[in-house]
């Protein structure tokens, strides 16, 4: 039920909204029923705040949530205007990681606005024997090449993948692939040797190649374009950087350069394939068309009183609604 206060309020949210919005009656309709769901809505019935970007993968993903990796430094860069989340997980393949779809991307609840899947690095581990390698661990199960995927397999798994991303909470989230870095065959095997926890002879060979890794990057691209999913070619433009080695903490997973690397990187895939996931910054001088922020900024609300601290909210909140992706 509305009181007087209430309806004067609204008087002048209308008024105000006429002015800003050069008398459009959808923004005026939208900054009151905005206005009306900050006063009125049950906690239940309220959307999310922030629209939820996921990332998944392997280990590549995994870390990026370290200090200076690239998805650390992406939930940074979207700080007030998205929820970034990690779903990354170490030493999985595609095989392995089928298991997670129904819990990773469930038919019900909210949609993700956006999913990346940065996955092959360990599917391209080389198949056994490889020299220099046990076939089996001291419990007798597959050693070498464990986590190797052929190639026509990643393939159909990537398709599936991309497929129960695009199911998730009904439809509609947007999806970037991202093919596996590059590997740097001599250094990761010296972290190999040095971690494996058994000696391995001195003409062991690593069980990463870089050129394997590249065909299940091209494999990537392919799925790209048979499922109509941008991709990211993450693979290539490491490989042409000046310093592809200086990227890589161990020869494999991306030390805090390679994260800024891979960061920009994103946010560029992002801004060309998906423009209105273009995160709004402060104080941004050009926030047309590119996603808000959660809540007005501090030095927009007005506190002069109850009404005037509502009206904030609802314009911005109207503004918000408008640009939603």
């Given at each position: 039920?509305?009181?007087?206060?209430?309806?004067?309020?609204?008087?002048?949210?209308?008024?105000?909204?006429?002015?800003?919005?050069?008398?459009?009656?959808?923004?005026?309709?939208?900054?009151?029923?905005?206005?009306?769901?900050?006063?009125?809505?049950?906690?239940?019935?309220?959307?999310?705040?922030?629209?939820?970007?996921?990332?998944?993968?392997?280990?590549?993903?995994?870390?990026?949530?370290?200090?200076?990796?690239?998805?650390?430094?992406?939930?940074?860069?979207?700080?007030?205007?998205?929820?970034?989340?990690?779903?990354?997980?170490?030493?999985?393949?595609?095989?392995?990681?089928?298991?997670?779809?129904?819990?990773?991307?469930?038919?019900?609840?909210?949609?993700?606005?956006?999913?990346?899947v940065l996955l092959g690095a360990n599917d391209a581990a080389r198949p056994p024997p490889i020299p220099g390698c046990p076939l089996t661990d001291d419990a007798g199960r597959p050693f070498a090449g464990r986590q190797h995927v052929p190639l026509e397999e990643y393939r159909?798994?990537?398709?599936?993948?991309?497929?129960?991303?695009?199911?998730?909470?009904?439809?509609?989230?947007?999806?970037?692939?991202?093919?596996?870095?590059?590997?740097?065959?001599?250094?990761?095997?010296?972290?190999?040797?040095?971690?494996?926890?058994?000696?391995?002879?001195?003409?062991?060979?690593?069980d990463r190649r870089a050129a394997l890794t590249a065909e299940y990057a091209r494999v990537c691209i392919e799925v790209g374009a048979s499922t109509h999913t941008p991709v990211l070619d993450l693979n290539s433009l490491m490989a042409a950087a000046e310093d592809t080695r200086?990227?890589?903490?161990?020869?494999?997973?991306?030390?805090?350069?390679?994260?800024?690397?891979?960061?920009?990187?994103?946010?560029?895939?992002?801004?060309?394939?998906?423009?209105?996931?273009?995160?709004?910054?402060?104080?941004?001088?050009?926030?047309?068309?590119?996603?808000?922020?959660?809540?007005?900024?501090?030095?927009?609300?007005?506190?002069?009183?109850?009404?005037?601290?509502?009206?904030?909210?609802?314009?911005?909140?109207?503004?918000?609604?408008?640009?939603?992706?």
């Amino acid at each position: 039920k509305m009181g007087r206060d209430d309806a004067d309020h609204m008087v002048r949210l209308v008024v105000s909204s006429l002015l800003w919005a050069g008398s459009s009656g959808a923004v005026v309709a939208g900054a009151v029923v905005a206005w009306l769901t900050y006063r009125h809505a049950s906690p239940k019935s309220a959307r999310p705040l922030r629209p939820r970007f996921i990332l998944f993968g392997d280990s590549i993903t995994q870390q990026s949530f370290r200090v200076g990796g690239w998805g650390a430094r992406l939930a940074n860069t979207y700080e007030r205007s998205a929820d970034v989340i990690n779903r990354g997980y170490s030493g999985y393949n595609t095989r392995w990681i089928m298991r997670l779809l129904p819990r990773v991307f469930p038919t019900s609840g909210e949609a993700p606005s956006l999913v990346t899947v940065l996955l092959g690095a360990n599917d391209a581990a080389r198949p056994p024997p490889i020299p220099g390698c046990p076939l089996t661990d001291d419990a007798g199960r597959p050693f070498a090449g464990r986590q190797h995927v052929p190639l026509e397999e990643y393939r159909a798994h990537l398709v599936e993948i991309v497929a129960c991303a695009r199911r998730c909470g009904g439809g509609g989230a947007r999806v970037l692939l991202i093919t596996p870095p590059p590997v740097d065959e001599d250094d990761w095997l010296t972290h190999v040797k040095a971690t494996c926890g058994r000696p391995l002879p001195a003409d062991a060979e690593p069980d990463r190649r870089a050129a394997l890794t590249a065909e299940y990057a091209r494999v990537c691209i392919e799925v790209g374009a048979s499922t109509h999913t941008p991709v990211l070619d993450l693979n290539s433009l490491m490989a042409a950087a000046e310093d592809t080695r200086g990227m890589l903490c161990d020869g494999l997973h991306p030390n805090e350069k390679g994260g800024e690397f891979i960061h920009t990187a994103v946010l560029a895939a992002l801004s060309e394939h998906f423009p209105e996931l273009r995160p709004s910054l402060w104080d941004d001088p050009d926030p047309e068309g590119k996603l808000p922020l959660d809540a007005p900024d501090h030095k927009a609300i007005d506190p002069t009183s109850t009404q005037t601290i509502d009206h904030s909210f609802a314009m911005h909140e109207a503004r918000r609604q408008a640009a939603q992706p």
